[in-house]
């Protein structure tokens, strides 16, 4: 698939983030970028060291599971943290955010399918409310909306519903704005389904 296939399924609307951890290349990215996409997103954050030095200006997100000694890393190589479900993470962000002269964006990360194995936080509404509830005072965080991370079995598109409702109950009380949904294998449905940004990466870089 290229990327105008990707694009073609993708609304003005919608925006694209590039996972780049498919990339066979540091080139290879530099060529989406050049070819029109915007933001690029990493996992690890080694891997985010030795390549976004080396991409055209982009913004760039962090995927991953957070670290706590890995943060300071996360603050200064990310302008947006998608993967955020421990208030202790977030208080050391907003403390490190502080001394880097930085807001950093973030998205709370809800385990859709609440999997054991998978972080974020359950799909309940309620925990939700309280989890961004504690984080208003984090002045130098700006919680931007939600992110799904759904099961890789099975139709995810009840997942992405519930996840919207959750998202829709929400967002005028705390002003949510994003709802980043959908990666290679369902990023249509999550569309379908009222995604704000999908997460693609290995349709862009594997044909």
Same mark, same amino acid.
């Given at each position: 698939?290229?990327?105008?296939?990707? =694009?073609?399924?993708?609304?003005?609307?919608?925006?694209?983030?590039?996972?780049?951890?498919?990339?066979?290349?540091?080139?290879?990215?530099?060529? =989406?970028?050049?070819?029109?996409?915007?933001?690029?997103?990493?996992?690890?954050?080694?891997?985010?060291?030795? *390549?976004?030095?080396?991409?055209?200006?982009?913004?760039? $997100?962090?995927?991953?599971?957070?670290?706590?000694?890995?943060?300071?890393?996360?603050?200064?190589?990310?302008?947006?943290?998608?993967?955020?479900?421990?208030?202790?993470?977030?208080?050391?962000?907003?403390?490190?955010?502080?001394?880097?002269?930085?807001?950093?964006?973030?998205?709370?990360?809800?385990?859709?399918?609440?999997?054991?194995?998978?972080?974020?936080?359950?799909?309940?509404?309620?925990?939700?409310?309280?989890?961004?509830?504690?984080?208003?005072?984090?002045? $130098?965080?700006? @919680?931007?909306?939600?992110?799904?991370?759904?099961?890789?079995?099975?139709?995810?598109?009840?997942?992405?519903?519930?996840?919207? *409702?959750?998202?829709?109950? =929400?967002?005028?009380?705390?002003?949510?704005?994003?709802?980043?949904?959908?990666?290679?294998?369902?990023?249509? @449905?999550?569309?379908?389904?009222?995604?704000?940004?999908?997460?693609?990466?290995?349709?862009?870089?594997?044909?």
């Amino acid at each position: 698939m290229t990327l105008t296939d990707v =694009l073609k399924k993708i609304p003005p609307d919608v925006s694209l983030v590039a996972a780049i951890k498919y990339a066979s290349s540091v080139a290879q990215v530099n060529a =989406l970028l050049s070819a029109g996409v915007k933001a690029v997103g990493e996992n690890r954050v080694q891997d985010a060291e030795a *390549r976004l030095p080396l991409l055209l200006p982009c913004e760039t $997100h962090f995927f991953g599971t957070i670290q706590s000694n890995k943060i300071g890393k996360i603050v200064r190589l990310f302008d947006v943290v998608q993967s955020l479900d421990d208030l202790a993470h977030a208080e050391k962000l907003d403390c490190v955010a502080a001394k880097e002269g930085k807001v950093l964006r973030v998205l709370v990360q809800v385990n859709a399918g609440n999997e054991e194995q998978k972080s974020g936080l359950a799909p309940e509404k309620e925990k939700i409310r309280a989890f961004l509830a504690a984080m208003k005072p984090l002045s $130098h965080l700006t @919680v931007e909306g939600l992110m799904a991370v759904v099961p890789l079995d099975g139709d995810s598109r009840p997942h992405f519903r519930n996840v919207r *409702r959750l998202f829709d109950a =929400l967002k005028t009380d705390f002003g949510l704005t994003v709802l980043s949904m959908g990666t290679s294998d369902d990023y249509a @449905v999550a569309i379908e389904e009222g995604a704000t940004m999908v997460r693609v990466g290995r349709a862009l870089f594997e044909s």
